[in-house]
């Protein structure tokens, strides 16, 4: 069964960049896509960006400037970077393995953007 | 970028209901539509794909039809487990989902 696992600081200051780590295991990260979605609190889900194992990418328009997916094929990691953050980017951060429809979901880190 | 669009935001009724939740698209996405189940602290989990595909272990009373700009969730006889947040998503042009639809015990 594959299990995802969200990592990283769950406080962020404003204007510094939020760092997360998915861990993939009981399956490889080859041959599939990965992505990153986010919910604030009591909101809806907004879609992040995925990457292909191979490490093209895709990214929501309105983050796509502030955006980063990168994967490590060797630790079975793919991982986010959200640069010059602001309280309107605290949220629940989920990872989630697909695109065309997200299958397997991590149990989603909560991230918190205050000085 | 396409819109989708959920109604109703919120849902009220009552257990063994019939109950319809729609999306709809602001373009064509042809059948690449999802629905998703949310419970308050967890993940969303994925119901069904590409429209109409019921996912392996989800229950026969929930049924995705549509096709286009237009797609509807059914939940043919409501069950308290599923009262919880629905989303629809598309992947015909990179991601985006709906504002999601809560259903709530009337």
């Known amino acids: 069964q594959v299990q995802l696992r969200e990592s990283g600081p769950g406080l962020v200051k404003p204007s510094e960049t939020l760092s997360l780590t998915c861990t993939v295991s009981g399956g490889s990260i080859n041959s599939y896509y990965w992505s990153w979605i986010r919910q604030p609190p009591g909101k809806g889900l907004e879609w992040i960006g995925y990457i292909y194992y191979s490490g093209s990418t895709n990214y929501n328009p309105s983050l796509k400037s502030r955006v980063t997916i990168s994967v490590d094929t060797s630790k079975n990691q793919f991982s986010l970077k959200l640069t010059s953050v602001t309280a309107a980017d605290t949220a629940v951060y989920y990872c989630?393995?697909?695109?065309?429809?997200?299958?397997?979901w991590g149990q989603g880190t909560l991230v918190t953007v205050s000085s | 970028d396409i819109q989708m669009t959920q109604s109703p935001s919120s849902l009220s009724a009552s257990v063994g209901d019939r109950v319809t939740i729609t999306c709809r698209a602001s373009?064509?996405?042809?059948?690449?539509l999802n629905w998703y189940q949310q419970k308050p602290g967890k993940a969303p989990k994925l119901l069904i794909s590409a429209a109409s595909s019921l996912q392996g272990g989800v229950p026969s009373r929930f049924s995705g039809s549509g096709f286009g700009t237009e797609f509807t969730l059914t939940i043919s006889s409501l069950q308290p487990e599923d009262f919880a947040t629905y989303y629809c998503?598309?992947?015909?042009?990179?991601?985006?989902f709906g504002q999601g639809t809560k259903l709530e015990i009337k």
């Open positions: 989630a393995r697909g695109y065309y429809d997200l299958g397997y």
């Open positions: 998503q598309q992947s015909y042009s990179s991601l985006s």
């Open positions: 373009q064509t996405i042809s059948s690449f």
